[in-house]
Nanobody, 123 residues
Framework: QVQLVESGGGLVQAGDSLRLSCAAS????????MAWFRQAPGKEREFVAA????????HYADSVKGRFTISRDGAKSTVYLQMNSLKPEDTAVYYC????????????????WGRGTQVTVSS
């Protein structure tokens, strides 16, 4: 049973930074893609960033490229999302997802999900 637990969300002002964490457990993730998605009120869930656990590939949504950085710590089985220069439009619940070995920006491609962490950016 794969378990993903997100943390690090909060209320910040525009221009501030936050680092989200996703702690993974329950299996070996060495060849899995770990992804971050987000869902704002009234909107569909959208792709944010993804990294293959072995670090061989990284992908970002255009909306966060240059501001967000995804990384992973194998020893801690944790994936991070460093978010800088936050904007009000980044406000959303951020989810961690995994369960596939090749990258996909479609949420339906990932069978395992965390419960999410709220990020609110005030103007």
């Amino acid at each position: 049973q794969v378990q993903l637990v997100e943390s690090g969300g909060g209320l910040v002002q525009a221009g501030d930074s936050l680092r989200l964490s996703c702690a993974a457990s329950g299996r070996t993730f060495s060849n899995y893609v770990m992804a971050w998605f987000r869902q704002a009120p009234g909107k569909e869930r959208e792709f944010v960033a993804a990294i293959r656990w072995d670090g061989s590939s990284i992908h970002y949504a255009d909306s966060v490229k240059g501001r967000f950085t995804i990384s992973r710590d194998g020893a801690k089985s944790t994936v991070y999302l460093q978010m800088n220069s936050l904007k009000p439009e980044d406000t959303a619940v951020y989810y961690c997802a995994t369960g596939r070995t090749y990258f996909s920006s479609t949420d339906s491609g990932y069978p395992y999900w965390g419960r999410g962490t709220q990020v609110t950016v005030s103007s």
